[in-house]
Every structure is written in C-alpha cells, then in structure tokens.
C-alpha cells in the first residue's frame, strides 16, 4: 500500500499533441493519500478512465510521472504494479469457474494453495457466491459476472490501490446498494487506497471520504463531501454535485455587493472588484420562496419529489430553481425568492472567487 | 387464442420445394437409381439391388482410397488449424499492415482450384519449376511424379499454401472481436501470455474455429482437383483419394452402379463425420455452461 503522486502529469491521444483541446488530461499535480477512499466524478469523456488506466499503467502517459510512495512507476508494467482494477463491463474467464475465476490473480502470483481456499472462500463469502463456486463463469447473468468481477478485484491484500471504472453499471439498484456498502466496510476493515470512477454524483458521495470532481480533463476539485456541496470551486461542480444544481446568476460584483438586474444583493463576504465573466452562485437548498421580501420570479412548474418540492422558475430571465420543504404551503402570491446570508458563492471565468472581510 | 387453421399456407413453401427437388432430391435419386441397377446404355435397367453396395463395402480398393482420405484430412487439420491460430495471433490488429495482411492472406483464397493445381505442378518439376529445380540443385531427391513420399509432402504443402488462410482469417475474426478490457483485465491479474491465450482467446474464438475446423475438414475430404492436376491419383495409387477414385470409376471406366453406390456411401460418410463433429462440439459448450 502507497501514497499515490502524480507529478506534472499530462496525456494526450493524439502523437504530437499541439493544441490544449489535443490533450484527454491537461497537466495535473495531486497526492491520494495511502488508504484514502476517493471517487471520482465527472461527466462522461472528462478523462476519468485515463486518469485511471494510467494509474494502473494500462496507459502511459505522455508527460509528467507516477509515484507510489517514493517509487517512480510510470514505466512499470501493469503486472509490476501490483495494482487491482474492476472494469465498468463483466470480464470474467468463461471456461473458468467461479472458484478458479476469483482464484486467478493469486494463482498467478504463486501463493500458498491453503492461504488461496480461505481467502476465496471469505471472498465469496462477501458476494454472496459461496453455493456456486463450483459453476462455470460462462452462463452466469450479467450482475453475477460483474460480482465476479469485483471479488477478483479484492481478492489480493497486498495490493497498492484497487480502482473501479464505473463497476455498478450492469448492477440493479438494490444490488448496487448492497455492494457499495460492502465496499465501503472492506475499505474500512483493509485499509486499501481505492479510487471509484463514476458519473454518478450518489455513489461518489456515499462512497468516498474525498471526491475528485473532473472536467474537460482537469481535476476541478478534491474536498469532502461537504466542501463540494458548500463551496464548490468550479461552476461545474456546482452544477453538477446536488440536484438540481447550484443556480447560477450573472451578476456584477463590487465589495460585498452583487448587482443584478438592478436590484442589489448582499453577500456577506467582500471581494473587491471581480474581473472576467462575473457570476453568483446559490444553492436551491439556501433559497427560500417568500411573499414579501426578496427578487421577484416567476414560477413555471413546481414538481414533487417525495420529500421535498422543487420549484422551477425564471429569475429576471434566466431559469433558477429553488427547493421548497415538505408540507411548506405555497400560496399565489408567493413570487419572491430569498437568499440565506453567507450561502452565496461569487466564481470569475468559472472559478471561485475567495471572499474577504467586508 | 383460437390458432386460425388455414392450410393454404403450405403453398407458400412450395417454391421452395419445387427448387431443392431440382437441385438436390432429383440428382440425389439419380445417383440412387444407379446404384440399385445395372445398366449397358440405351437407358436399359436391370435391377440388382443391393449388390453394388455389398461389392464397394468389401472392396480392398474403396478402403484403400479411404485410408488415404483420412490420413489426408488428418495432416490438414493438425497443421492448418494450429497455424492458422498462429498466424490470427501474430497478425497487426489495426492500421496500414492490418490490411496489408488481410489482403495477402486472401490472395491464395481467390485463385482456383485448378490454378492452384497448376501452379504447383509447375513450380514442383524438376526440369522447369523453381522449387523442384531449386531442392535438386542444393542435392536433395525430390520428384513428386515418381516418389509417394514426395507427391504427398507436395500436396499437403500446397493444401496449407491455399486454405491456411481461411483458418487464420476466421481466427482473426474471432480475436478482433475480444473488448480490449479482457486484455486489461489480464494484465492487472498478472496472467502469463499462456494464460490469456488459454482463458481469453481460445474460448472467445472457440465459436469460429468449430466453423473452421468443420469447413476444412469437409473441403479436404472432398478434395478432389488440386491433386488431380498436380499428380492425377499417382504415382501408382498413391494418392489417389475417395474423390479422384470416384471419377476414375465413374468416368474412367464407366461402371455408373458401383459409382453411384461409391459416392452414395461418400456422401453419407461426410455427413456422418460432420455430424459427428458438430455434435460433440457443441455438447462440449453446453456442458461447461453447466
């Protein structure tokens, strides 16, 4: 097990990259730290898989290197690595059992045969496979390979991390459920790095102790939970973790006010004078809709979602949503929104600006 | 539901009918009506029933050209089928050479039967061809006209010169279609190149190589011109196969009953074997998804 750094790292597809929009991942410095639990999040194409595949060393990089520990790996092969990995489809050896399918990775490294049945056993055990060992892999159904497919991923101890590439795809919702859970008590018990790539915002943030948010090939963020949900420090993060997203407003931004439309909003931070495209961002948690003070909407549809309502309108043009509680009564002539003082964010050319005192 | 009853739809098979009865059950009746009679032309019958088939079941000659047959069959598919798997391995899987070798290996595909044979008559002679007069310059005694041994090494040669392609083509096939995440997989599970070959590649391409297996084995059992033309059956019997034997009966000398009793045996024996084949095959699969 290992900090994993990755310095100065970089990769494009391309051979002789030139451009930046030529690079799946522009240049990157971070440090996962040994037996963290991280997943990573992005939209689809953001350069999740290869910032993983170059992990494992499936990929290599184009610049920049991979440490583990104080060891430079990125020339290592993959098998040197000693690295696990769960791919987002079912690959399992059809002509294998699921025995000597979950046995494999150990057999090839030559353990102990007794020290092989009990941890393949204790595996099985964890996925529920325990009656079936002795099946062959081949007409299994699709979650019960992909079951296969995570046990093969845990069943080595020594391993320097294991990375999921979206391993829950094929998996139904209850069964998902059940095995995030057992993934999150095996990292709990082992103590293994782990890092889970996923597109959705649920998993990673009841998975994960920190979640990395990336975009267009940058890692936009890395915080907790928390931190993602607060003060996201990118408007992609904040559009994207939270449903709906954050509401995003262009505003103009002078001291601790922000101008909009002509009517005024505090800001309970100051920032000076702000350059670049100036916007406001709020949290539809933090608004509240009132009859008497605030901006004026206009609602469009309120829809129910079980436990709350979210209410979805115009603010001066531009849409904006807003979740109202359960049980809240919402008369005709509420069509004024407030904001929670100290909730709003204030992001020049997308980034987040740090507010200061007033 | 009431099924509807409406046997006016039998009509529609009728077509079909009317094409495999003259292009399959008609001649095949033929053959049948042969075997079953003895003729002396002038379209004049005279019954003998099973007496043809009693004559070609004992006859040294007919197992003879058997013997031959099987052990040619057998030769082919020990070397095209390994080397065939071989050569899909080894190929480039994308980009210019890919297609340089996709069309190479085709190549000997698309030239005919005959031409094959010819080719290689040609190129096997001592006096003119380059590889005859080639192993004779460099001292080895190689004549395929007068030398079995010889006549069949230039048969078989030519058999893997022509049709190894199609093995390591299907092959090729059949390995392309393997997601690259089952080779990721292997490399993470740190599994020997032996090992992806043995539980990637040779499962997934199972399904080809059965077809394969299948299409050589009849084809080679069947084979008939390329030896024709380079030795016409010899020398002596030599190699003489099922097939040119056939025609040496049945046009050679004319005795059209023992002929047609020959090849109905043939036919079954083919369809016998692929049977035979198939079905153990495709139990193998089922009783590993078990």
Redesign the interface.
């Known amino acids: 097990m290992a900090q994993i750094t990755l310095s100065k790292l970089a990769h494009s597809y391309a051979a002789n990259p030139t451009a930046e929009s030529d690079y799946a991942l522009k240049e990157m410095d971070h440090v996962w730290q040994d037996g963290g639990a991280y997943a990573l999040l992005g939209s689809s194409g953001c350069g999740k898989t290869t910032l993983l595949?170059i992990i494992?060393?499936?990929v290599r990089p184009s610049y920049g290197r991979v440490l583990f520990g104080d060891l430079d790996v990125t020339d290592q092969?993959?098998?040197a690595r000693n690295?696990?990995?769960v791919?987002?489809?079912p690959?399992v050896?059809?002509?294998?059992t699921v025995r000597e399918n979950l046995s494999?990775?150990l057999r090839?490294?030559g353990m102990d045969a007794a020290y092989i049945a009990a941890r393949v056993n204790q595996i099985a055990q964890m996925i529920g496979m325990e009656d079936i060992l002795n099946?062959?892999a081949?007409?299994l159904t699709a979650d019960a390979k992909q079951k296969i497919?995570l046990g093969?991923?845990m069943v080595r101890e020594d391993v320097n991390a294991i990375l999921f590439d979206e391993p829950l795809t094929v998996i139904d919702p209850h069964m998902k459920w059940e095995l995030r859970t057992q993934l999150k008590q095996l990292h709990r018990e082992f103590g293994h790095t782990m890092i889970y790539v996923t597109h959705d915002q649920t998993e990673a943030l009841t998975f994960a102790d920190k979640v990395v948010v990336m975009y267009d090939g940058r890692v936009v963020q890395m915080g907790t939970p928390e931190e993602l949900f607060e003060t996201p420090a990118h408007t992609f993060v904040g559009y994207f973790i939270g449903s709906p997203g954050m509401n995003l407003l262009d505003a103009k931004v002078t001291g601790s006010v922000a101008h909009l439309q002509g009517a005024e909003i505090a800001l309970g931070a100051g920032y000076g004078a702000v350059a670049g495209r100036t916007q406001i961002g709020i949290r539809p948690e933090y608004c509240l809709l009132t009859d008497g003070a605030g901006l004026p909407v206009t609602i469009r549809r309120i829809e129910d979602v079980g436990r709350h309502r979210i209410i979805r309108a115009d603010l001066f043009g531009q849409p904006f949503n807003v979740i109202a509680p359960e049980g809240m009564a919402i008369g005709a002539d509420m069509t004024r929104v407030a904001f929670a003082p100290g909730k709003i964010n204030v992001y020049a050319d997308d980034w987040r600006v740090a507010g200061g005192a007033i | 539901m009431e099924k509807t009853q409406n046997n006016k739809a039998w009509f529609l098979v009728l077509p079909v009918l009317v094409i495999v009865a003259f292009s399959a059950v008609l001649p095949l009746m033929t053959v049948v009506n042969y075997s079953m009679n003895d003729t002396f032309g002038q379209n004049e019958f005279f019954w003998n029933g099973l007496g043809w088939f009693e004559e070609m079941i004992t006859s040294d000659r007919m197992h003879d050209a058997l013997g031959r047959q099987v052990l040619f069959s057998v030769i082919i598919l020990v070397i095209e089928v390994p080397l065939g798997i071989f050569i899909a391995l080894n190929m480039p899987k994308k980009g210019f050479w890919a297609s340089f070798c996709l069309v190479l290996m085709a190549l000997p595909l698309l030239i005919p039967f005959n031409v094959v044979g010819t080719i290689w008559q040609i190129f096997g002679r001592v006096d003119i061809g380059l590889l005859g007069h080639g192993l004779a310059a460099i001292g080895i005694d190689y004549n395929y006209t007068n030398d079995p041994f010889d006549a069949w090494i230039t048969i078989i040669v030519m058999d893997v010169w022509h049709w190894t392609s199609l093995v390591a083509l299907l092959c090729y096939a059949g390995l392309q279609s393997i997601?690259q995440?089952?080779y990721?997989?292997a490399?993470?599970?740190?599994?020997?190149r032996w090992?992806v070959f043995r539980?990637?590649e040779l499962?997934?391409m199972a399904g080809v190589l059965l077809i394969a297996v299948l299409l050589r084995f009849m084809d080679s059992f069947m084979i008939y011109t390329e030896p024709f033309v380079v030795t016409g059956g010899g020398p002596g019997n030599s190699t003489t196969f099922l097939s040119i034997d056939l025609v040496k009966m049945a046009v050679g000398q004319f005795d059209l009953g023992p002929a047609a009793a020959f090849s109905l045996m043939y036919f079954l024996v083919i369809l016998l074997v692929s049977w035979v084949f198939y079905t153990v095959m495709t139990s193998l699969d089922k009783a590993?998804?078990?």
């Open positions: 595949n494992s060393g499936l092969e993959t098998a690295i696990a990995q791919f987002q489809f690959v050896y059809d002509t294998m494999f990775p090839n490294r099946r062959k081949r007409g497919s093969r991923g | 997601p995440a089952y990721q997989a490399r993470i599970d740190q599994a020997s090992s539980f990637i499962p997934k590993e998804t078990k």
